[in-house]
């Protein structure tokens, strides 16, 4: 909804969505493995069927949606969004 009530000097302007704490996808699948009691996945560095030649493990920054729209994320981590979802997921009651 920021982005709809942006003004229009944004324009076509390209804003990158994610929590206060970067993390890489190393960190996020880790954690949720252990939260579910699952082993860590192995990845094999080659990217998936259909995908592009390099998959880019980057830890994103929200600092420009912040900025220019006012945005807030609803969780400051990926630990606190997860946690809400497993809290509510039928298999983790």
């Known amino acids: 909804w920021a982005a709809f009530a942006a003004p229009a000097m944004v324009g076509n ?4 969505l994610a929590d206060d704490h970067p993390a890489r996808k190393a960190e996020v699948v880790a954690w ?5 009691g699952v082993a860590m996945p192995a ?4 990217p998936a069927g259909g ?9 994103i920054l929200n600092t420009k949606a ?6 807030r994320p ?7 969004g997860y946690a809400e979802i497993l ?3 039928p298999a983790q009651k």
Do not use: K, M, Y
């Open 13 to 16: 302007d390209v804003f990158n």
């Open 32 to 36: 949720l493995a252990e939260r579910l």
């Open 43 to 46: 990845f094999s560095g080659h």
């Open 51 to 59: 995908r592009r030649s390099v998959t880019p493990d980057r830890a």
């Open 66 to 71: 912040r900025d220019v729209l006012g945005w």
């Open 74 to 80: 609803r969780f400051t981590s990926f630990r606190e």
């Open 87 to 89: 809290s509510s997921s």
